[in-house]
């Protein structure tokens, strides 16, 4: 069914119902957050981290529910090291700039808090149709990233639940930031934002609730394969001489 990246950015993305700060509806945007954070939830009940989040990584099923992909950078947290030693952070640099959290830039050291920070990027590049701290010099990104107190910007004319969900989300201090405590995900689930939008997370936990997109649906497996077409043999040689 796409991305979400190529339904907010791609070429079909000014069809689509519009907010009034440059992004998707309120509705749409607080129903694929609410999906998202119960992936979230579950891969932090089973103690990981996943340290990616962006709209490239999450994958629509035929129905319109979003489905993350691409594992890559996921670690256990709290993990035990070679020696048998407890660590509760982590501190490889790593993730995709726009949504890396200011305790990963500054190799503090990170724990499942990065991907409360990369959710509250997301929520804002959905609402305002572009990430907080974005722009073509990724060291500016990261001087936005870690001072975000001083240029974090919420639009006047965005709703008040979320600014103060985002405005959590996005708080510098990892310890301070929204759903980082005792009840994790929880937390975020619990904001008015969620309320006053409608979302009824048993149904939605259950694939039965409405979603704001539902992909074309390919006739048969033929065409759906057909959207995946083959790399040409001569990259598929390259990559196999290079393995």
């Not at 405590?181 to 934002?193: F, H, I, K, W």
Request: net charge neutral; charged share 20%; with cysteine.
């Amino acid at each position: 069914g796409g991305d979400l990246f190529c339904y907010l950015h791609g070429p079909n993305a000014k069809t689509r119902e519009r907010g009034a700060q440059g992004g998707l509806s309120l509705k749409s945007a607080t129903l694929f957050a609410a999906n998202i954070l119960i992936i979230l939830q579950y891969i932090h009940d089973h103690g990981y981290a996943y340290r990616d989040l962006k709209p490239e990584n999450l994958l629509f099923d035929l129905d319109g529910y979003l489905i993350l992909s691409d594992f890559g950078l996921a670690k256990k947290i709290p993990y035990k090291d070679s020696l048998g030693k407890m660590h509760r952070r982590t501190y490889t640099l790593c993730g995709t700039p726009d949504y890396m959290a200011p305790e990963i830039i500054l190799t503090q050291g990170h724990d499942k808090g990065c991907d409360l920070w990369a959710f509250g990027i997301l929520m804002y590049e959905m609402i305002c149709g572009i990430p907080p701290f974005s722009d073509r010099n990724k060291q500016k990104v990261f001087e936005r990233i870690v001072r975000a107190d001083k240029y974090l910007v919420l639009p006047h004319t965005m709703d008040s639940h979320a600014k103060s969900l985002v405005r959590g989300l996005l708080h510098p201090n990892p310890v301070l930031r929204t759903g980082t405590l005792q009840n994790g995900c929880m937390a975020v689930r619990s904001y008015p934002l969620f309320v006053t939008q409608g979302v009824d997370w048993e149904a939605l936990e259950y694939c039965r609730s409405d979603t704001p997109y539902k992909p074309p649906a390919p006739a048969d497996v033929k065409q759906r394969m057909g959207m995946f077409p083959n790399p040409p043999e001569s990259e598929v040689t390259s990559i196999l001489s290079d393995f």
